[in-house]
């Protein structure tokens, strides 16, 4: 009997944070014609904030409480231990059911059952990532909580038996005037990078829907848009690759690429790669090897690598290939390639003389100099 009035008192709390989650959009006000409206109101919302924490504590999830000021700061002095373990009951209610109008932070990793979140702070790009996604054919999308941030932004929840930590997927280099902080220089021009998409995997943690519009600083709210929060699924390794790999996809900021000049000898005749580099034809190069166009994009064309049901790369319209997989060999992950090193990695191992020589033996290059 203990056992059934413990369950029937946790399936209340869940009802209960279930209705109450996106509840929580304005502000505390007085209300009027009432003496102590607003402690009246201040208690109900802190009930509600208790009843989702614990409600989120049951469904395994750790969380932390988030000052109400704007800083989106901890409201306590050290969290590092509750990426170890879950908070006690009776810490969830120290927390959150003495009065005290506070947010809350889910933090992902291990301690909440191998929970992985992407972090979109670039709006612009979630309706074309969702499309992405959704080409794969998985439904996946549709099973996953989604909370929308008070900056328009996103975050996507999942668990899967393969995780990691935090890791920047898609950045961008945005101009920036000269002495910024973080700003670099590059040809005379200056610019800084900023990450559009992350995952909060291991030692990471984001605000949640519940938590009062005081803990941003914009002074709005998160709201979950889809899913539960208190049954957040265990997708594959497959679907989590799916939707990294359709968030790097947006990567502006590259690693350097190989550079097979410097594997040649300097002359003063146009050589075969740099030939090959204006006329070579990357796209038979690519199909050959099993690589599949898709369609095209908002940079350039998105190709599949051979085995996947999900975009893997975009070729640019000067037939570079931008790789965003991580399962891409003998591609790299986040580098840019020209035709000559997709040429020579594909059809030669990434011998740059020996697909030189074979080039030159397709009438590539010749005596012509190179302005």
């Not at 996106?22 to 208790?50: D, F, H, Y």
């Not at 879950?86 to 932070?105: D, M, V, Y």
């Not at 990532?129 to 008070?150: A, D, I």
């Not at 990294?244 to 502006?252: G, H, M, T, W, Y």
């Amino acid at each position: 009997m203990r056992n059934g009035t413990k369950f029937a008192e946790r399936s209340t709390r869940v009802i209960a944070a279930t209705l109450v989650i996106n509840q929580l959009q304005k502000p505390l006000a007085p209300t009027a014609g009432r003496t102590g409206g607003a402690e009246v109101v201040a208690q109900m919302i802190t009930n509600s904030l208790l009843n989702i924490a614990l409600s989120l504590r049951n469904s395994g999830l750790s969380t932390i409480p988030i000052r109400t000021n704007g800083s989106k700061e901890p409201a306590i002095r050290s969290w590092k231990k509750y990426q170890q373990r879950r908070p006690t009951e009776s810490e969830l209610r120290k927390w959150f059911g003495n009065g005290n109008l506070l947010g809350i932070a889910v933090i992902a990793g291990k301690v909440s059952r191998n929970l992985e979140i992407i972090d979109f702070d670039a709006p612009d790009l979630i309706v074309e990532w969702r499309g992405l996604v959704e080409e794969s054919g998985s439904g996946l999308l549709s099973r996953l909580p989604q909370v929308l941030t008070p900056s328009g932004g996103l975050h996507v929840f999942y668990r899967c038996k393969r995780i990691a930590g935090n890791a920047k997927l898609a950045q961008r280099e945005v101009e920036a005037s000269v002495g910024t902080k973080g700003a670099r220089e590059r040809e005379g021009r200056w610019f800084k990078v900023e990450t559009a998409i992350e995952t909060r995997g291991e030692g990471g943690d984001v605000i949640t829907a519940g938590s009062p519009a005081a803990c941003h600083p914009s002074g709005r709210i998160y709201r979950l848009i889809k899913g539960d929060l208190m049954a957040v699924p265990v997708i594959t390794e497959r679907e989590r690759e799916i939707l990294l790999d359709c968030a790097r996809s947006f990567n502006e900021h590259e690693k350097p690429s190989p550079d097979p000049k410097r594997a040649l000898p300097q002359v003063s005749s146009l050589r075969p790669g740099d030939d090959f580099n204006v006329r070579g034809d990357a796209r038979a190069t690519l199909e050959k090897h099993g690589w599949k166009y898709l369609r095209k994009g908002s940079r350039g064309e998105l190709w599949r690598r051979p085995g996947a049901d999900h975009t893997s790369a975009t070729l640019f319209p000067d037939g570079s290939l931008f790789v965003f997989s991580t399962n891409a060999h003998p591609f790299e992950p986040d580098r840019r390639y020209d035709r000559f090193s997709i040429y020579s990695l594909l059809e030669h191992n990434g011998d740059w003389k020996a697909a030189a020589k074979a080039l030159s033996g397709q009438g590539y290059g010749g005596k012509k100099k190179i302005k």
